[in-house]
C-alpha cells in the first residue's frame, strides 16, 4: 500500500512537471496553461456525459431485474477518468482520455469482471441432506416442486435435517 501511495502522491506529481515544463518550454506558458485548463474543462463535461448515460443503463438493467455489474464497473472507470482528467498534467489527461475510449473501458471491465465474484439468488435453490448430514444445493428446473434436479455439488454444511425446497420472486 506504501508503494502505491508513493507512486500515486510523488513519483506522478514529479513526472507530471516534467512534462509540464517540457511542453512550456516548447509551447510558452501561456498555451500550456490554457491546453491544461481546457484539457480538463472538456475532461469533465465528457465524463459527465457518458456518465449519465451509464447511469441511465444502470437504471434500465435494475428495472429488468439484472445485476447491473458492467456498467458499475464503467461507472467506477469514468469516474477514475474524471479525476485523472480534472488533475493538471498531460501524463494523466492521457490516462483519463484512453478511458473515456469505449473500447478501452470494456477491455478493461472484462479483466475487472473476471476477479468480481457475484452471488445471486436465482429463482429458486434447492438444498439436500444427505445421510452423513452434508448438504448439497441442487439447480432447480422450471417446475417449482419437481423432484428432478441435478447431480449434487459439494457439501454446504454439516446440519441434520429434512429437504426444503421452494422459490421465490424478488418484488422490487
Partial sequence: MFQLLFVLFI???I???????QVGALLGIWPTVAIVILSAWLGAKYVRQQGLATLQSVQARMAQGEMPSGEIVTGLMLLVAGVLLVTPGFVT???GLLLLVPAVRTAIAQQ???????NQLGAG???HHDAQGNVYQHETTSEPFSSSRA????PLSHHQGETLEGEFKRKD
Fill in 125 to 127: 435453490a434447492a438444498f
Fill in 11 to 13: 513519483i506522478i506529481p
Fill in 112 to 118: 475487472v469482471q473476471k476477479h468480481i465474484k457475484v
Fill in 15 to 21: 513526472i507530471e512537471i516534467a512534462v509540464i515544463m
Fill in 151 to 154: 447431480s449434487a455439488n459439494e
Fill in 93 to 95: 489527461d492521457i490516462f
